[in-house]
């Protein structure tokens, strides 16, 4: 990551980066961006990261909307973020900007947190309303930040509890749960989402004690909001490959337009058979200027009558 701004011009545009690399540095976590070196050149200051191969989540997202992203594979994403805030959260470290453009999903199947620039190292002492706290409120983006943080106050614990919510109910429905509106804003208008189809109850409230407007209404820490949703902290396993996910998705249109075709042929088949079977029958006629049907006259004197009379009749 570099600052292409020369160190000199901008003192406090350099602190926020050296604070931003020993707030990851304190963080080893498998779900968490590794860093190694803070360095300068030339007045450009930089540090370096592991080399990740992938995509953000806000694609996957994106590319996955019309057929929504698999269960399994939300809840991974899920248990992975959510572990690795855990244990940033453990090291007294607030990311305070959690979205999907921030989250990293590798092409062998692991999930990274990217970015701390907005991160904070929770201390006791409390922010004074000068020029840093504005420019920590103008860095987090607006459809995942809380109301505290819009409002202002000093990033905490349970502000990544609601950006994790945020994004949790995204990967389920595909959907951000307040329409990309700000939470202040989705307050004040007393928006409530829609419980996602598949919840267990225990699960439905334990995501929206995540959306909470207030702060004391999501008094509970990343783990155990976790173990409540029932994904448990620490991750299984590696998520799906990119590319077997990618494989999957015209194997999924694929078997979706089979079922379509499939069902369309046996309804037309039940539907003609009905037909066929409803249909009244018609006998051949031996002239084709007589279009009445043959049909069966009962008379109390058919059973006395010999053949022939029987012949008379039906022809008559």
Avoid at 154 to 178: I, M, V
Wanted: aromatic fraction near 6%; include cysteine.
């Amino acid at each position: 990551k570099v600052l292409y701004e020369k160190i000199e011009s901008r003192p406090k545009v350099m602190a926020n980066l050296r604070r931003e690399f020993y707030c990851a540095q304190t963080l080893s976590h498998r779900n968490i961006v590794k860093v190694y070196e803070l360095d300068q050149e030339d007045g450009v200051a930089f540090f370096t990261m592991e080399l990740l191969a992938g995509e953000p989540l806000s694609g996957v997202i994106e590319r996955m909307r019309l057929l929504s992203i698999p269960r399994s594979y939300a809840w991974a994403i899920i248990k992975d973020v959510g572990a690795g805030l855990a244990h940033a959260h453990s090291r007294n470290v607030v990311h305070a900007d959690i979205k999907p453009q921030n989250i990293m999903i590798t092409t062998c199947g692991e999930v990274r947190i990217l970015d701390f620039g907005v991160s904070s190292v929770l201390t006791r002492e409390r922010w004074s309303a000068d020029r840093n706290l504005k420019n920590h409120v103008a860095a987090v983006t607006p459809a995942y930040a809380s109301c505290e943080l819009l409002d202002g106050q000093q990033a905490d614990p349970r502000d990544d509890l609601y950006a994790l919510a945020c994004l949790s109910y995204e990967l389920l429905t595909g959907q951000h749960p307040f329409q990309r509106r700000t939470s202040t804003e989705a307050r004040d208008l007393g928006m409530a989402p829609a419980r996602p189809p598949g919840l267990t109850r225990r699960q439905w409230q334990t995501l929206a004690k995540g959306l909470s407007w207030h702060r004391e209404d999501r008094s509970i820490c990343v783990r155990d909001w976790l173990a409540k949703l029932g994904v448990g902290p620490e991750p299984e396993g590696r998520l799906p490959c990119a590319d077997d996910l990618n494989t999957a998705l015209p194997r999924q249109r694929t078997v979706q337009s089979l079922l379509v075709v499939t069902l369309f042929a046996m309804l037309f088949i039940a539907t003609a058979t009905l037909i066929s079977l409803n249909r009244p029958s018609f006998d051949k006629i031996n002239s084709a200027n007589d279009p009445v049907p043959r049909i069966p006259v009962k008379t109390s004197d058919s059973a006395d009558a010999t053949p022939k009379d029987k012949i008379s009749i039906m022809a008559g």
